[in-house]
Protein backbone atom coordinates (compact mmCIF):
# COMPACT_ATOMS: atom_id res chain seq x y z
CA UNK A 1 0.00 0.00 0.00
CA UNK A 2 1.64 3.68 -0.86
CA UNK A 3 2.28 6.15 2.02
CA UNK A 4 -0.02 8.73 1.75
CA UNK A 5 1.52 10.72 5.41
CA UNK A 6 4.96 11.57 4.00
CA UNK A 7 5.61 14.77 2.04
CA UNK A 8 2.46 15.87 2.85
CA UNK A 9 2.34 19.61 4.74
CA UNK A 10 -0.13 19.27 8.06
CA UNK A 11 -1.36 21.89 10.39
CA UNK A 12 -1.72 20.64 14.09
CA UNK A 13 -3.50 23.06 16.50
CA UNK A 14 -3.02 22.65 20.19
CA UNK A 15 0.53 20.86 19.19
CA UNK A 16 2.60 22.23 21.92
CA UNK A 17 2.30 19.38 24.38
CA UNK A 18 0.36 16.40 24.97
CA UNK A 19 -2.19 14.69 21.95
CA UNK A 20 -1.15 17.65 19.42
CA UNK A 21 2.34 17.15 20.55
CA UNK A 22 1.85 13.37 19.59
CA UNK A 23 0.42 13.30 16.59
CA UNK A 24 2.74 16.03 15.18
CA UNK A 25 5.85 13.60 16.23
CA UNK A 26 4.11 10.53 14.75
CA UNK A 27 3.21 12.43 11.32
CA UNK A 28 6.66 13.72 11.02
CA UNK A 29 8.42 10.67 11.93
CA UNK A 30 6.42 9.06 8.66
CA UNK A 31 7.99 11.78 6.83
CA UNK A 32 5.27 14.86 6.98
CA UNK A 33 6.17 18.46 7.01
CA UNK A 34 4.21 19.49 10.66
CA UNK A 35 3.27 22.87 11.69
CA UNK A 36 2.60 23.21 15.32
CA UNK A 37 0.08 25.71 16.30
CA UNK A 38 -0.48 26.59 20.09
CA UNK A 39 -1.21 28.98 22.12
CA UNK A 40 2.11 27.92 24.55
CA UNK A 41 4.67 29.15 21.72
CA UNK A 42 7.26 27.80 24.31
CA UNK A 43 5.72 23.97 24.22
CA UNK A 44 5.05 24.19 20.42
CA UNK A 45 8.47 25.12 19.63
CA UNK A 46 10.23 22.79 21.87
CA UNK A 47 8.71 19.61 20.23
CA UNK A 48 9.17 21.45 17.35
CA UNK A 49 12.91 21.74 18.10
CA UNK A 50 12.88 18.27 18.91
CA UNK A 51 11.06 16.53 15.42
CA UNK A 52 13.74 19.19 13.87
CA UNK A 53 16.41 17.14 15.70
CA UNK A 54 15.26 13.81 15.00
CA UNK A 55 15.67 14.54 11.23
CA UNK A 56 12.36 15.82 10.48
CA UNK A 57 10.90 19.00 9.09
CA UNK A 58 8.72 21.39 11.38
CA UNK A 59 7.40 24.63 12.04
CA UNK A 60 5.90 26.20 15.20
CA UNK A 61 3.73 29.33 15.56
CA UNK A 62 1.87 31.10 18.89
CA UNK A 63 -1.86 30.41 18.04
CA UNK A 64 -4.71 31.18 19.72
CA UNK A 65 -7.52 29.22 17.89
CA UNK A 66 -10.41 31.88 19.15
CA UNK A 67 -8.40 34.78 17.05
CA UNK A 68 -9.98 33.88 13.17
CA UNK A 69 -6.81 36.02 11.87
CA UNK A 70 -4.26 34.24 13.98
CA UNK A 71 -5.56 30.85 12.81
CA UNK A 72 -5.33 32.47 8.83
CA UNK A 73 -1.95 33.24 9.91
CA UNK A 74 -0.97 29.79 11.18
CA UNK A 75 -2.14 28.56 7.62
CA UNK A 76 -0.66 31.51 5.96
CA UNK A 77 2.61 30.46 7.37
CA UNK A 78 2.51 26.57 6.81
CA UNK A 79 2.12 27.71 3.09
CA UNK A 80 4.97 29.45 3.07
CA UNK A 81 7.37 27.51 4.64
CA UNK A 82 6.50 23.76 2.90
CA UNK A 83 4.42 25.52 -0.13
CA UNK A 84 0.84 24.28 0.80
CA UNK A 85 -1.46 22.90 3.32
CA UNK A 86 -2.28 19.39 2.47
CA UNK A 87 -4.48 18.83 5.83
CA UNK A 88 -5.52 20.91 9.32
CA UNK A 89 -5.94 19.21 12.18
CA UNK A 90 -8.14 20.95 14.46
CA UNK A 91 -6.90 19.19 17.72
CA UNK A 92 -7.34 22.52 20.33
CA UNK A 93 -10.17 21.83 22.95
CA UNK A 94 -10.66 21.66 26.61
CA UNK A 95 -12.77 19.17 28.59
CA UNK A 96 -14.49 21.24 31.46
CA UNK A 97 -16.40 18.25 32.61
CA UNK A 98 -19.54 19.71 35.40
CA UNK A 99 -22.82 19.67 36.66
CA UNK A 100 -24.68 22.14 35.78
CA UNK A 101 -24.90 22.93 39.72
CA UNK A 102 -21.31 24.11 39.52
CA UNK A 103 -21.40 26.80 37.41
CA UNK A 104 -20.38 29.61 40.07
CA UNK A 105 -17.00 27.44 39.28
CA UNK A 106 -17.39 26.79 35.70
CA UNK A 107 -19.00 29.69 33.99
CA UNK A 108 -15.81 30.96 32.63
CA UNK A 109 -14.38 27.72 31.93
CA UNK A 110 -17.43 26.91 30.18
CA UNK A 111 -17.35 29.81 28.01
CA UNK A 112 -13.54 29.41 26.89
CA UNK A 113 -14.47 25.61 25.84
CA UNK A 114 -17.16 27.03 23.58
CA UNK A 115 -14.77 29.82 22.05
CA UNK A 116 -11.86 27.26 21.70
CA UNK A 117 -13.58 23.73 21.03
CA UNK A 118 -16.46 25.63 18.92
CA UNK A 119 -15.16 28.75 17.47
CA UNK A 120 -11.84 27.30 17.28
CA UNK A 121 -12.36 24.76 15.37
CA UNK A 122 -14.56 26.89 13.06
CA UNK A 123 -11.84 29.13 12.75
CA UNK A 124 -9.01 26.66 11.34
CA UNK A 125 -11.70 25.51 8.97
CA UNK A 126 -12.33 28.86 7.85
CA UNK A 127 -8.91 29.28 7.74
CA UNK A 128 -7.97 26.14 5.75
CA UNK A 129 -10.81 26.73 3.22
CA UNK A 130 -9.41 28.97 0.21
CA UNK A 131 -5.92 27.89 0.01
CA UNK A 132 -7.45 23.90 -0.04
CA UNK A 133 -10.29 25.21 -2.50
CA UNK A 134 -8.23 27.51 -4.29
CA UNK A 135 -5.94 24.08 -4.79
CA UNK A 136 -8.62 21.36 -5.34
CA UNK A 137 -7.71 19.37 -2.78
CA UNK A 138 -7.29 19.13 0.84
CA UNK A 139 -8.50 17.43 4.45
CA UNK A 140 -9.71 18.62 7.30
CA UNK A 141 -9.41 16.20 10.63
CA UNK A 142 -11.53 17.71 13.71
CA UNK A 143 -11.12 16.11 16.73
CA UNK A 144 -14.55 15.48 18.58
CA UNK A 145 -15.29 13.11 21.16
CA UNK A 146 -18.37 10.32 22.45
CA UNK A 147 -19.70 13.10 24.35
CA UNK A 148 -20.66 14.26 21.30
CA UNK A 149 -22.80 11.27 20.67
CA UNK A 150 -25.84 11.65 22.91
CA UNK A 151 -26.38 14.14 26.29
CA UNK A 152 -25.50 12.70 29.45
CA UNK A 153 -24.79 14.56 33.33
CA UNK A 154 -21.92 16.12 33.87
CA UNK A 155 -20.65 17.13 30.59
CA UNK A 156 -23.56 19.15 28.94
CA UNK A 157 -21.42 22.07 27.46
CA UNK A 158 -18.60 19.63 26.40
CA UNK A 159 -20.45 17.52 25.17
CA UNK A 160 -22.91 20.44 23.09
CA UNK A 161 -19.07 21.93 21.77
CA UNK A 162 -18.37 18.57 20.59
CA UNK A 163 -21.83 17.93 18.89
CA UNK A 164 -20.88 21.35 17.70
CA UNK A 165 -17.93 19.91 15.91
CA UNK A 166 -19.73 17.39 14.08
CA UNK A 167 -22.37 19.25 12.90
CA UNK A 168 -19.84 21.84 11.21
CA UNK A 169 -18.27 18.99 9.88
CA UNK A 170 -20.69 17.33 8.35
CA UNK A 171 -22.06 20.74 7.01
CA UNK A 172 -18.68 21.36 5.72
CA UNK A 173 -17.78 18.23 4.06
CA UNK A 174 -20.71 18.99 1.99
CA UNK A 175 -20.10 22.43 0.48
CA UNK A 176 -16.90 21.36 -0.25
CA UNK A 177 -17.27 17.75 -1.58
CA UNK A 178 -14.80 16.85 -4.31
CA UNK A 179 -12.31 19.47 -3.03
CA UNK A 180 -11.74 19.05 0.62
CA UNK A 181 -12.18 15.92 2.55
CA UNK A 182 -13.40 16.09 5.49
CA UNK A 183 -12.83 13.97 8.70
CA UNK A 184 -13.89 13.31 12.10
CA UNK A 185 -12.05 11.79 15.18
CA UNK A 186 -14.11 10.99 17.83
CA UNK A 187 -11.60 9.81 21.32
CA UNK A 188 -12.86 8.05 24.01
CA UNK A 189 -11.92 8.56 27.38
CA UNK A 190 -8.25 8.68 26.99
CA UNK A 191 -5.96 9.20 30.01
CA UNK A 192 -2.84 10.89 28.89
CA UNK A 193 -4.02 13.19 26.49
CA UNK A 194 -3.68 16.46 28.55
CA UNK A 195 -7.86 17.08 28.22
CA UNK A 196 -8.25 15.79 32.40
CA UNK A 197 -6.44 19.04 33.53
CA UNK A 198 -9.45 21.46 32.54
CA UNK A 199 -11.83 19.26 34.27
CA UNK A 200 -13.49 21.40 36.49
CA UNK A 201 -15.68 18.55 38.25
CA UNK A 202 -13.95 14.96 38.85
CA UNK A 203 -17.48 13.20 40.03
CA UNK A 204 -18.77 14.52 36.75
CA UNK A 205 -16.88 12.20 34.60
CA UNK A 206 -20.19 9.84 35.39
CA UNK A 207 -22.14 10.40 32.75
CA UNK A 208 -20.04 8.91 30.33
CA UNK A 209 -20.06 4.98 32.61
CA UNK A 210 -23.56 5.50 33.93
CA UNK A 211 -24.16 2.27 35.07
CA UNK A 212 -20.66 0.85 35.05
CA UNK A 213 -19.54 3.32 37.70
CA UNK A 214 -19.08 0.37 40.08
CA UNK A 215 -17.10 -1.16 37.69
CA UNK A 216 -14.64 1.53 37.24
CA UNK A 217 -13.90 2.04 40.07
CA UNK A 218 -13.27 -1.35 40.69
CA UNK A 219 -10.89 -1.24 37.89
CA UNK A 220 -8.88 2.15 39.13
CA UNK A 221 -8.27 0.29 42.17
CA UNK A 222 -7.20 -2.74 40.86
CA UNK A 223 -4.89 -0.37 39.01
CA UNK A 224 -3.68 1.00 42.46
CA UNK A 225 -2.84 -2.59 43.83
CA UNK A 226 -1.38 -3.39 41.01
CA UNK A 227 -3.91 -5.99 40.38
CA UNK A 228 -4.96 -4.70 37.28
CA UNK A 229 -1.88 -6.11 34.33
CA UNK A 230 -4.59 -7.49 31.88
CA UNK A 231 -6.70 -4.44 32.20
CA UNK A 232 -3.03 -2.52 30.77
CA UNK A 233 -1.98 -5.03 28.23
CA UNK A 234 -3.23 -4.24 24.52
CA UNK A 235 -3.19 -7.57 23.43
CA UNK A 236 -6.15 -8.44 25.83
CA UNK A 237 -9.61 -8.38 25.17
CA UNK A 238 -10.23 -7.06 28.94
CA UNK A 239 -7.90 -3.86 27.81
CA UNK A 240 -9.67 -0.92 29.28
CA UNK A 241 -7.06 2.00 29.47
CA UNK A 242 -6.54 3.37 25.91
CA UNK A 243 -3.03 4.59 25.21
CA UNK A 244 -3.11 8.00 23.14
CA UNK A 245 -0.70 6.33 20.57
CA UNK A 246 -3.98 4.43 19.46
CA UNK A 247 -6.17 7.61 19.00
CA UNK A 248 -2.99 9.08 17.01
CA UNK A 249 -2.72 6.34 14.89
CA UNK A 250 -6.47 6.41 13.76
CA UNK A 251 -5.86 10.31 13.28
CA UNK A 252 -2.82 9.17 10.96
CA UNK A 253 -5.05 6.50 9.06
CA UNK A 254 -7.31 8.94 8.38
CA UNK A 255 -4.58 11.03 6.62
CA UNK A 256 -2.72 7.89 5.19
CA UNK A 257 -6.13 7.12 2.41
CA UNK A 258 -5.80 7.54 -1.31
CA UNK A 259 -7.06 10.88 -2.41
CA UNK A 260 -10.49 9.70 -3.57
CA UNK A 261 -10.79 7.76 -0.39
CA UNK A 262 -12.57 9.98 2.44
CA UNK A 263 -13.23 8.33 5.83
CA UNK A 264 -16.05 10.45 7.60
CA UNK A 265 -15.79 9.31 11.42
CA UNK A 266 -13.61 7.16 13.55
CA UNK A 267 -14.00 5.89 17.01
CA UNK A 268 -11.30 3.60 18.49
CA UNK A 269 -12.00 2.12 22.14
CA UNK A 270 -10.36 -0.28 24.10
CA UNK A 271 -12.10 -3.51 24.11
CA UNK A 272 -13.14 -3.34 27.76
CA UNK A 273 -13.68 0.06 28.55
CA UNK A 274 -16.59 1.24 30.62
CA UNK A 275 -18.09 4.19 28.39
CA UNK A 276 -21.48 3.78 27.28
CA UNK A 277 -21.27 6.44 24.90
Not at 13 to 30: D, I, N, Y
Amino acid sequence: MNDHVSGKSIVITGAGGGFGELVARKAAARGARVTLGDVNIDGAEAAAAQIREAGGEALARQVDVTDLDAAKALVADAVSAFGQVDVMINNAGLMPLAFFSDHEAAHLAWHRAIDVNIKGVLNGMIAAHDPMMERGSGQIVNVSSIYGNFPVVGAAVYGATKAAVNFLSESFRVETRGKIKVSVVKPTGVPGTGLTGSVINRAAGVGIVGQNAGELAGMLLAIEEGKGEHLMDPDGISYARLSPDYIAEAILHVIDQPLGVSIGDITVRAAGDQFIL
